[in-house]
């Protein structure tokens, strides 16, 4: 793995081009196609891309990512790639536009290499439910790197690119983040736009980076942060500079230490893991307090029920009438949309179809949707509660370093609860960064979450960089 720092050097040094490390990176993801982590890759495109931005830095107008190479989760819309969401649904679809994203990238010159896989949809916490192929954990094969956003948090860790965007709906670039030992930071909601992504539960969805260090990810944020007018639920907040947050001490700030994350179902060595952190927080003159989240265990439930929901009205759109795959046996109207939709959705997007339709069905929205979103102001409020005593919170990413693939398979709760920690920030609408913090016994990465107050990514991104700094 390559930061961007080490790249910037070998450029400004003359020893190397964009050209050459673009050569590089397609050497590694030709050597590493069994990890199945990219769905599409143009190495012509990134190419041609590459002796661009080496032109324009032998003029001295290239941007602040030149050199920078980004793989894509494969539900962000790059104008004429196919943007499949890892679904046969939408295994033929061309995107006809940019996202807002990707158009930020541009701007900034970072060179996009591909397209990576996921979980259809992005619902999942394996990288199991893609319809073409699961994603292989690059230090055991036979275990998974978490998801949705697998394909990308294997893309940066297998050293395939320098960066990688997802999408965290629940935990989708945390998780996987950690599960791969890599940095992964969900922003704030409304920090980044989500034109151009495809939706899953759009009140949760934010797009962020993967990175192998805290400041390549404080750079990517940097670049795609800030309000769209295309995106009415970006907010119209500064962007401050999250690079000067970093390389700076953490004397003074206070730690929240959440008691329900610390329960005896989390495993001893991710606790062990996490209080050695706590420590070395506290010798540089932190203060760490237990804090409560008094709602923390209705968290999942409330999240697969107002997810669910919205994914049922979301995904309706794709119903073989308009775009997208479509039954060719059909005689009727309703026959396309069942046919349709049964072949090409697979079993998980089917489940939470499901799950979403009841919960919203007549007899049933008040009993579920209603309460699910009341439970919702209560977990968020108790977010404002500690945030207003600390300055950030600290726990672990994940109940477990990564399974074996097909473990959890056959039950779906189990699944669910593989994001036991993560959901919250997403229901709450507050930034967290997964950082490495350590291996357990089979050498499988530990992941810890840094939590902190909307809008403040500098402050969470700045206790990440001090701890990543005296890993």
């Given at each position: 793995?390559?930061?961007?720092?080490?790249?910037?050097?070998?450029?400004?040094?003359?020893?190397?081009?964009?050209?050459?490390?673009?050569?590089?990176?397609?050497?590694?993801?030709d050597?590493?196609?069994?990890?199945n982590?990219?769905?599409?890759v143009?190495?012509?495109?990134?190419?041609?891309?590459?002796?661009?931005?080496?032109?324009?830095?032998?003029?001295?107008?290239?941007?602040?990512?030149?050199?920078?190479?980004?793989?894509?989760?494969d539900?962000?819309?790059?104008?004429?790639?196919?943007?499949?969401?890892?679904?046969?649904?939408?295994?033929?679809?061309?995107?006809?536009?940019n996202?807002?994203?990707?158009?930020?990238?541009?701007?900034?010159?970072?060179?996009?290499?591909?397209?990576?896989?996921?979980?259809?949809?992005?619902m999942?916490?394996?990288?199991?439910?893609?319809?073409?192929?699961?994603?292989?954990?690059?230090?055991?094969?036979?275990?998974?790197?978490?998801?949705s956003?697998?394909?990308?948090?294997?893309?940066?860790?297998?050293?395939?690119?320098?960066?990688?965007?997802?999408?965290?709906?629940?935990?989708?670039?945390?998780q996987?983040?950690?599960?791969?030992?890599?940095?992964?930071?969900?922003?704030?909601?409304?920090?980044?736009?989500r034109?151009?992504?495809?939706?899953?539960?759009?009140?949760?969805?934010?797009i962020?980076?993967?990175?192998?260090?805290v400041?390549?990810?404080?750079?990517?944020?940097?670049?795609?942060?800030?309000?769209?007018?295309?995106?009415?639920?970006?907010?119209?907040?500064?962007v401050?500079?999250?690079?000067?947050?970093?390389?700076?001490?953490?004397?003074?700030?206070?730690?929240?230490?959440?008691?329900?994350?610390?329960?005896?179902?989390?495993?001893?060595?991710?606790?062990?893991?996490?209080?050695?952190?706590?420590?070395?927080?506290r010798?540089a003159?932190?203060?760490?307090?237990?804090?409560?989240?008094?709602?923390?265990?209705?968290?999942?439930?409330?999240?697969?029920?107002?997810?669910?929901?919205?994914a049922?009205?979301?995904?309706?759109?794709?119903?073989?009438?308009?775009?997208?795959?479509r039954?060719?046996?059909?005689?009727?109207?309703k026959?396309?949309?069942?046919?349709?939709?049964?072949?090409g959705?697979?079993?998980?997007?089917?489940?939470?179809?499901?799950?979403?339709?009841?919960?919203?069905?007549?007899?049933?929205?008040?009993?579920?949707?209603l309460k699910?979103?009341?439970?919702?102001?209560?977990?968020?409020?108790?977010?404002?509660?500690a945030?207003?005593?600390v300055?950030?919170?600290?726990?672990?990413?994940?109940?477990?370093?990564?399974?074996?693939?097909?473990?959890?398979?056959?039950?779906?709760?189990?699944?669910?609860?593989?994001?036991?920690?993560?959901?919250?920030?997403?229901?709450?609408?507050?930034?967290?960064?997964?950082?490495?913090?350590?291996?357990?016994?089979?050498?499988?990465?530990?992941?810890?979450?840094?939590?902190?107050?909307?809008?403040?990514?500098?402050?969470?991104?700045?206790?990440?960089?001090?701890?990543?700094?005296r890993?």
């Amino acid at each position: 793995m390559r930061s961007f720092d080490d790249i910037s050097a070998a450029l400004s040094e003359h020893a190397t081009t964009c050209e050459n490390i673009i050569q590089e990176y397609l050497a590694t993801i030709d050597a590493r196609r069994d990890l199945n982590a990219f769905l599409a890759v143009d190495a012509e495109r990134a190419l041609v891309r590459a002796r661009q931005v080496d032109e324009k830095r032998m003029g001295g107008d290239a941007g602040p990512l030149a050199g920078m190479v980004v793989a894509v989760k494969d539900n962000i819309c790059i104008k004429d790639w196919n943007t499949t969401c890892a679904s046969k649904i939408l295994e033929e679809f061309v995107a006809p536009y940019n996202a807002t994203t990707i158009e930020k990238l541009s701007d900034a010159d970072a060179i996009i290499i591909g397209k990576t896989n996921m979980d259809e949809f992005a619902m999942g916490s394996s990288t199991e439910n893609s319809a073409f192929g699961r994603v292989k954990h690059p230090v055991d094969a036979s275990r998974v790197p978490g998801g949705s956003s697998g394909g990308s948090a294997v893309a940066v860790s297998a050293g395939m690119c320098t960066t990688a965007l997802g999408s965290d709906t629940g935990g989708s670039i945390r998780q996987p983040a950690s599960f791969t030992g890599i940095v992964g930071l969900k922003p704030t909601y409304g920090r980044v736009s989500r034109y151009g992504l495809v939706a899953f539960a759009s009140s949760l969805d934010q797009i962020g980076p993967f990175a192998v260090t805290v400041r390549d990810a404080a750079r990517l944020l940097q670049a795609i942060a800030g309000h769209d007018e295309r995106d009415s639920t970006t907010a119209k907040v500064p962007v401050p500079d999250y690079l000067t947050a970093l390389n700076r001490d953490v004397k003074g700030l206070k730690i929240g230490v959440p008691r329900e994350y610390f329960d005896e179902s989390l495993r001893n060595d991710i606790r062990a893991a996490i209080e050695t952190q706590l420590d070395i927080l506290r010798s540089a003159g932190a203060e760490v307090r237990q804090v409560s989240l008094p709602h923390a265990d209705y968290t999942v439930a409330t999240y697969y029920i107002l997810a669910t929901a919205e994914a049922s009205s979301n995904l309706a759109r794709f119903d073989g009438a308009r775009y997208g795959f479509r039954a060719d046996d059909a005689s009727t109207l309703k026959e396309n949309y069942t046919k349709s939709r049964s072949r090409g959705f697979g079993q998980e997007v089917k489940r939470r179809i499901m799950l979403g339709t009841y919960v919203l069905s007549s007899g049933y929205y008040d009993a579920y949707y209603l309460k699910g979103q009341k439970v919702r102001r209560l977990i968020s409020s108790d977010f404002e509660r500690a945030l207003s005593e600390v300055d950030v919170l600290i726990g672990p990413t994940s109940p477990t370093t990564s399974f074996k693939a097909g473990e959890k398979t056959d039950d779906p709760l189990q699944m669910y609860l593989s994001d036991i920690y993560t959901t919250s920030a997403n229901l709450a609408g507050i930034p967290a960064v997964s950082i490495p913090c350590g291996t357990d016994g089979n050498n499988l990465p530990i992941g810890l979450q840094i939590m902190g107050k909307q809008f403040d990514e500098e402050t969470v991104l700045r206790v990440a960089d001090f701890l990543e700094t005296r890993a």
